[in-house]
């Protein structure tokens, strides 16, 4: 049990450093750098980043992506992943 939240914690740190790795003024300038990514990684703009959208164009999405995707439903949203950033 300590050792899964020891690697919760561990993961939490690396997908706040690796959304923030650029230095933002503020949320609001992090936000819009996620917003614009993630429109560019939704193929079908479906607001929805699946695994396959996120792979190539996301990678640290990629990598954290059962992490984000919470609820196991297959896709993140925008709002999920500026959640996660401003943790």
Known sequence: MRINLLKAILLSV???????SPAYADDTSRNKEISERFAKCDKNHDGKLTMAEAKGCMPRIYDHFSYIDTGNKGYVTVAEIQAMAAR
């Not at 690396?14 to 923030?20: E, K, P, Q, R, Y």
């Open 14 to 20: 690396c997908v706040m450093l690796a959304l923030s």
